[in-house]
């Protein structure tokens, strides 16, 4: 915490330090369908008007970046660009001493924004804190075990390498030469076969912009397999041993609470028969997933601002960055399995959402790839499963669900629930199309 923080929001803490005489830039991007004259606030309700007007007359620069389009394009894609796209990345840049007396600068690179709603703690609870913990979204807690803050600061060399999913119109002075480009350590979109898009060969879905068609190459080589009836399992001789969930699986978070005698209780009650009215009778919720992250065989992770989708890696809709990173002292090596800080933060989340109440069986956890490993946590998962949707309220011990699918030995998927929807909400397993959002919005 820092002192004097307490009970200050993270607005007045930046108007304090700017009095103080530190130089406070803040960057937000502007939603251009809020109009605060309107009373609108925006489609993304980002606050950026607001935002704006809070720093007025303080020593703070706040200023409003909108999402411009690329100049080769029309008039209409201007529009849409301007009106549908936002820059997305989430960067803190600060100044800090080293200890020769010298300055540094220290960046943090997320999936956290400074707002409303973003705070929560690694215990995820749902209704017990609403009078005192979410009050402030600044406060921030040293956890025993769910986090990486113990010990000394190690000095061990990383190697790190910064993404940005970018266009020109999004920087000034991005190269237009390709070879300049390439001097920079900049790679263009094109180049970047990331595995997710080829919605234009869905007819209803046309206008999503998903023109990657190397996903649908995969998957119609697939369907062509599965109409041959080729079936990988049984030809490596592992019919009725083997099913697709040894292989791949999802996941979710959520949490149920039991009622606590004196717990807070929020003057306003939600209508009956709405999904909030049903959340807190039944005293369960999922967990809102905001961060971007991936881990990769303990060795390397990337941690940044984007979505696995079109809209974040394109380049040409919202702007993200990311940072890619590993330890090269501890990556894996047939006698030696990866121990660095990259499988401490693996072990860290997977303590935070179901190893806390499975510590003897921590030795399996150790090695995620095995089979074992991945049958005890889809085992863990089920169990949590059903203490969520149970009819006896329950204090959950663990937070991984699973996505509420089942899939049989053949592959072949079914929604769990028996209604298609998530527990107390109207909101369908299998997703749908917004009625109000074009596709290129969500895809």
Known sequence: MIPGAEGVTIGELLKKKAEEGVTVLVMIWKDRTSVSLLGNAGLMKTHDEETCKFFEGSKVKCFLCPRNADRSLTAVQHVEVGMEFTHHQKIVCLDAPMSNGACRIVSFVGGIDLTDGRYDDENHTLFRNLDTTYLYDFQQHNFPHADLRHGDVTHESWNVQVFRSIDDASV???????????????????DNQYFFGSCSSWRQDQDSGCLNLIPIEIALKIASKIRRGERAIEEAGLGGKAHPCDYLNFF??????????????????PEPGSDYWRAQVNRRFLIYVHSKLMIVDDEYVIIGSA????????????????HGAYQPAHLNRPDEPARGLIYGYRMSLWYE????????LSHVFFEPESLKCVRTVKRIAEDLWQKFVGDEVVNLPGHLLPFPIQVSEAGELSELPVDGFFPDTKAPVKGEKSEILPPILTT
């Open 353 to 360: 959402h179901f190893m806390s109440h499975h510590k003897h």
């Open 252 to 269: 979710c978070l959520g949490n149920r609470e039991v009622r606590y005698p004196g717990e807070y209780i929020p003057p306003e009650r």
């Open 172 to 190: 000034v002075g991005f190269p237009s030469d390709p070879s300049e480009a390439a001097k920079l350590g900049l790679m263009s979109a094109k």
């Open 307 to 322: 979505n696995l989708n079109q809209r974040s890696l394109a380049g040409d809709r919202d702007t993200e960055i990311a």
